[in-house]
């Protein structure tokens, strides 16, 4: 598993991720309303050309809405058409663009170069803090 940190604070971003894949399943819902998402709790997928990583919208904590109130269009949801419209709920750079509208994906895409991977601890590391000596 790993935790995704913003770049710029080290704020844990996401919570405990793995690699995955969009979930299948109608693309829309039958009435208005904002559809299913499209990544599984817990899982990420990079995009073809590793700028963005996709996850489910409830796999992000360390988020915040976009204090640029011009970004948060939409008329169910979040467009995300207007640029990032999450950022970091530490120091407040953006981080991610959530798209949760009647007629856009229900997912949230992660920009790659906002963050950094910090792979999942083992107890002992943890208890240790996290420092390993290396013969």
Do not use: Y
């Not at 039958?30 to 996709?54: C, E, H, Q, Y």
């Not at 949801?77 to 798209?99: F, H, I, S, Y």
Request: net charge negative; charged share 20%; glycine share 12%.
């Amino acid at each position: 598993m790993t935790i995704l940190r913003c770049a710029a604070c080290q704020q844990p971003v996401t919570s405990d991720v793995v690699p995955g894949e969009p979930l299948g399943g109608p693309e829309r819902p039958l009435s208005d309303g904002v559809a299913a998402p499209r990544m599984a709790r817990g899982t990420f997928k990079i995009n073809f050309d590793s700028s963005l990583l996709f996850l489910h919208p409830d796999d992000i904590p360390g988020t915040t809405i976009h204090p640029d109130r011009g970004r948060l269009g939409g008329c169910c949801g979040l467009a995300g058409q207007d640029g990032p419209n999450l950022v970091c709920a530490g120091c407040r750079v953006d981080v991610a663009t959530k798209e949760s509208d009647c007629w856009t994906d229900n997912l949230v895409a992660l920009i790659a170069a906002a963050v950094t991977q910090q792979p999942e601890t083992s107890t002992s590391e943890q208890e240790d803090g996290g420092v390993r000596a290396h013969p």
